[in-house]
């Protein structure tokens, strides 16, 4: 399970919008439980928008921030600019970490659909997020 209250929902979403046409995306911070306490919007080094890319620059600074409030890298978000918010094959080929969570927005439609994944060797399991 995900707690992501509304100003970081809100968060997420904006970072979204702004990088379109591009995907958006960044890095969630938070304890251990799933609780989210940060989000770190991060430019799409990948420029695309079909793929995403997190900029180095943020996630040394995510795990430095982290690291000084005592709180985890809990995942990543990125957006689906015209599709739902599924993880796609190349995002789950790029699953970093089994322990992240992976927010996906789809901007296909408003108000945005926003779900989170755990992807664990190839296997996408949804998780209720809460707020």
């Known amino acids: 399970m995900l707690t992501l209250h509304s100003v970081h929902r809100d968060a997420i979403v904006a970072t979204c919008i702004r990088a379109l046409p591009n995907?958006?995306?960044?890095l969630l911070l938070g304890t251990s439980d799933g609780t989210v306490t940060d989000v770190l919007a991060s430019p799409n080094v990948a420029d695309s928008a079909k793929l995403?890319?997190?900029d180095s620059r943020i996630l040394l600074r995510a795990h430095r921030q982290s690291e000084?409030?005592?709180s985890s890298v809990l995942g990543v978000f990125h957006s689906h600019t015209h599709s739902q918010a599924f993880p796609s094959p190349t995002?789950?080929?790029q699953a970093p970490d089994p322990s992240?969570?992976?927010v996906l927005v789809s901007l296909r439609?408003?108000?945005?659909t926003i779900r989170s994944f755990?992807?664990?060797d190839g296997e996408i399991t949804e998780e209720e997020v809460t707020s």
């Not at 995907?23 to 960044?26: L, N, S, V």
């Not at 439609?109 to 945005?112: F, I, L, T, Y």
């Open 109 to 112: 439609e408003s108000p945005s």
């Open 52 to 54: 995403y890319e997190i």
């Open 100 to 102: 992240w969570h992976y």
């Open 91 to 93: 995002d789950v080929a």
């Open 23 to 26: 995907e958006g995306c960044g």
């Open 118 to 120: 755990l992807i664990v």
């Open 68 to 70: 000084a409030e005592g």
